[in-house]
């Protein structure tokens, strides 16, 4: 997977949506937020990652989404983001919320999928969805499984789960179980519900932007199980 393709790609088409769109558009899938918001907390991202890899600690002063020539601040955020994971040895070592070994290199992947999910929010906010990558679609959901849900278990951000759950990608047949507090090993797990379809559909399931009631999404088993775990998405 070229991450560095995926948030080089995503940050501009990203960037053209704040100077196409009308910032005050709602954004649905990120309640009581306006597209101005969006780039805000994106930019902000960009520039707290830097800073955990160039200072090896999360403890970034970022700069405010200024009113006014948004999308120029967002391209220097984003900007700044590239260079930084193109000019740092991916195995130097740096801060991340992740397993060990920290390294730099985590954070191309991380800010892949940061950017996939907030440009698919723009642009769902601005009529202007496209689709996702299966491949990449995928490989979020291993993040998700292996990273973000145990982390906002961990946090006391969302409830484990009292039920394992199976997120089954049509395209491949891959499996990815989620139980408990997210350290529980797929080989372990024996899932209530399954959860099938589409490597995209799940992707944005998981990251609660897909309703279960979507016809590409097909559950088996405890549905509501289901329901429960997606009703606020598994990593909210």
Not at 34 to 39: C, F, K, N, P, V
Request: proline share 7%.
């Amino acid at each position: 997977m070229d991450y560095l393709a995926v948030i080089e790609q995503g940050t501009q088409d990203f960037a053209g949506l704040l100077e196409r769109g009308d910032l005050q558009t709602p954004v649905p899938s990120c309640p009581g937020w306006a597209l101005l918001d969006l780039a805000g907390h994106l930019g902000e991202v960009h520039q707290w990652a830097v800073h955990a890899i160039v200072h090896g600690n999360p403890d970034a002063r970022t700069t405010d989404a200024p009113a006014a020539a948004l999308a120029e601040w967002y391209r220097e955020s984003a900007g700044l983001l590239l260079r930084t994971l193109r000019e740092t040895p991916e195995d130097a070592p740096a801060w991340h919320f992740g397993a060990k070994p920290r390294l730099a290199g985590w954070w191309r992947r991380r800010q892949a999928h940061e950017v996939t999910i907030h440009l698919h929010d723009a642009r769902s906010a601005l009529g202007q969805v496209e689709p996702i990558d299966a491949a990449l679609a995928v490989d979020g959901l291993d993040e998700v499984r292996n990273v973000f849900f145990p982390r906002q278990v961990r946090l006391g951000r969302r409830p484990a789960l009292e039920s394992p759950l199976s997120f089954v990608v049509s395209e491949t047949g891959e499996r990815f179980v989620f139980d408990g507090d997210g350290t529980v090993l797929e080989d372990e797990a024996q899932a209530d519900a399954t959860v099938s379809g589409p490597a995209e559909a799940l992707y944005l399931a998981v990251w609660g932007r897909l309703p279960l009631e979507d016809p590409r999404l097909r559950v088996s088993g405890n549905a509501a199980a289901v329901q429960a775990a997606l009703g606020v998405g598994l990593v909210p």
